[in-house]
C-alpha cells in the first residue's frame, strides 16, 4: 500500500497569480499534495482582517493529480477560512502562508496578509508557518530558497509547534545565506505619513506613506540583524498576546 503524501494548504497575499506562490507550488509538488486557495488579487497588508459584510466567491483556476487552485475575492485569512470549511479533502498537515515579496520581518509581521495565513491557521489548531523573501519586486528570483523551503517544510510537517504558535521565516535578498538564525522579533515602528491629493472634482484623498524606524538598531538577537547579515531569520510567534507579568502587577481592588 502507498504510503499518503502530506497534504497542504497554501495560500498569500499576493494574489494566486504572483511568482512567490508559484515558485512554492512548483517546490512542494514534487513532496506533497497541495491545495492552494489564495486572493484573486493583491491583499498586501490585510494583516488578520475578515470580511464580513460582503459575500465571497471563490472560483477553480487549476486542478491536477495532487494540485487544486482557487481563486477567493477575500482577504488571505478569509482564503483559509474557505479553505478549510469547503475545499479541504482530509484535515491539512501544515498550513503555509507565502512566498511573500517583501520584507515581514518586525513590526511588519503584525500588518501582513501572509502571517494572516500562519495567524488563522495556528489559531484553527493547525502547525502554520510563513515565508517571505525580503525584495518587492514581482519579478523577484526565489531560486536560493529553494533548499531550505523543502526543509523548513519538511520540519515543519514532522515537528510538533505549541498551541497557538508559527513560524514567522524571512529570507534577506542574496544569493545564498549565512545559515539560519532563530530570532526574536525587533522592536521597530512605522513612521505613517499622509500624502495628500486632490481629486478632480475637488475632494482630498490621501496615500499612506511612511518608514520603518529601528528602536533597538544594536541589538543581534533580532529578526532584523538576521536579515542584515545575510541569515534566514526564523521567529517563533507566540498568538497568546497576554502581558502575564502586566497581568501580575494590575490591581483595581479601588474599582
Known amino acids: 500500500m502507498q504510503e499518503q503524501r502530506p497534504y497542504i494548504l497554501i495560500s498569500n497575499d499576493d494574489g494566486y497569480t504572483a511568482g512567490g506562490i508559484n515558485y512554492l507550488i512548483d517546490t512542494l509538488m514534487p513532496v506533497a499534495d497541495l491545495l492552494v486557495v489564495a486572493p484573486d488579487s493583491p491583499r498586501s497588508g490585510a494583516g488578520c482582517c475578515i470580511t464580513p459584510n460582503v459575500p465571497l466567491t471563490c472560483k477553480p483556476i487549476h486542478r491536477e493529480p495532487g494540485l487544486e487552485i482557487y481563486a477567493c475575492s477575500g482577504t488571505p485569512t478569509d482564503c483559509v477560512k474557505v479553505a478549510l470549511n469547503r475545499y479541504i479533502r482530509r484535515r491539512p498537515d501544515l498550513i503555509i502562508g507565502g512566498i511573500n515579496h517583501g520584507d515581514n520581518s518586525s513590526v511588519n ?42 526543509k523548513f517544510t519538511q520540519y515543519a510537517l514532522y515537528n510538533e509547534l505549541p498551541p497557538l504558535s508559527c513560524l514567522n521565516i524571512n529570507f534577506p535578498l542574496r544569493e545564498s545565506f549565512e545559515g539560519v538564525r532563530v530570532c526574536r522579533m525587533a522592536h521597530s515602528r512605522w513612521r505613517n505619513g499622509l500624502a495628500e491629493r486632490e481629486h478632480p472634482y475637488g475632494r482630498p484623498y490621501f496615500w499612506l506613506v511612511g518608514d520603518c524606524a529601528e528602536l533597538e538598531p544594536e541589538a543581534t538577537d533580532t529578526d532584523r540583524w538576521a536579515l542584515a547579515n545575510g541569515y534566514v531569520a526564523v521567529t517563533p510567534v507566540n498568538l497568546d498576546i497576554t502581558h502575564y507579568g502586566l497581568r501580575d502587577s494590575l490591581c483595581f481592588k479601588d474599582f
Open 109 to 150: 509581521a503584525h500588518y501582513s496578509g501572509t502571517m494572516g495565513v500562519a495567524t488563522e491557521g495556528a489559531l484553527q489548531g493547525y502547525r502554520s508557518i510563513a515565508f517571505s523573501l525580503c525584495d518587492h519586486s514581482s519579478r523577484a528570483d526565489f531560486t536560493p530558497l529553494h533548499d531550505y523551503l523543502l
